[in-house]
């Protein structure tokens, strides 16, 4: 079972330049998120989407954009890169129906970004 | 403001002995309690969590964690630490209100199990 996979693994970016982080889970989850995590900040929620066709905000959504393609896909784009964005980004997925969190989150193994 | 608060940045514990990983929370309404671990250059994995009913809570590789509700706490434990237990351990919380739930996240603790 593959779960929840990452694309790419490992991103060097400068500063103004643009990627797309991609995701996608295999396991039906209706629910999906976008999280970054930085040293001896825990996990801090960038979008998610509580099911396909919608997205909203989460904690630190500035400097980002997501796309849920469908039910399978979520991806993360970050259109003018800046150093504070250098961090390691998971996606997640859940069972959870709209934002009630009852499920566990299952996550891809993350994506470590630099930006210069 | 809704929080969870992981005291400790490490936990030391020998190989064999018990280990508790703290967690405690503040949070409005009844609390949807979490833990999880990360290893290495890998995303976070589920260990077990709390909804109701039973303050003891069994999960997985051997852990457990107690619902305290007078201590608004819920820490981590196992009975025999091993050394492949040495991880990043995560404590979250659902807060938030019934028309937005978030999922709260404590800073990390990291446990390091030696031979």
């Known amino acids: 079972n593959a779960g929840v996979t990452q694309t790419p693994k490992f991103q060097v970016l400068k500063t103004g330049q643009s990627m797309t982080l991609q995701c996608a889970q295999d396991m039906n989850h209706n629910s999906m998120y976008w999280y970054r995590q930085d040293p001896g900040m825990g996990l801090r929620l960038i979008y998610y989407?509580?099911?396909?066709?919608?997205?909203d905000k989460g904690e630190v959504p500035n400097g980002y954009n997501v796309s849920r393609l469908n039910k399978r896909e979520f991806s993360l784009r970050l259109e003018s890169a800046a150093p504070s964005q250098t961090s390691v980004y998971f996606c997640?997925?859940?069972?959870?129906?709209?934002?009630?969190?009852?499920?566990?989150?299952?996550f891809g193994n993350g994506t470590r970004l630099t930006v210069t | 403001a809704q929080s969870v608060a992981q005291p400790e940045d490490q936990v030391n514990v020998a190989e064999g002995n018990p280990l508790t990983v703290k967690c405690t929370y503040s949070v409005s309404g009844n609390p949807y309690l979490f833990w999880y671990v990360q290893y290495p250059n890998r995303g976070l994995q589920f260990l077990l969590k709390y909804i109701t009913g039973d303050n003891l809570v069994k999960g997985s590789y051997g852990f457990e964690a107690e619902f305290n509700k007078s201590q608004t706490s819920f820490h981590l434990k196992k009975p025999s630490a091993l050394v492949s237990d040495s991880a990043l351990y995560f404590c979250?919380?659902?807060?938030?209100?019934?028309?937005?739930?978030?999922?709260?996240w404590g800073a990390g603790t990291k446990l390091i199990i030696k031979p």
């Open positions: 997640a997925s859940s069972a959870n129906r709209g934002g009630s969190y009852n499920s566990p989150l299952h």
């Open positions: 979250a919380v659902r807060g938030g209100t019934d028309s937005n739930y978030q999922l709260i």
């Open positions: 989407s509580a099911s396909e066709g919608t997205t």
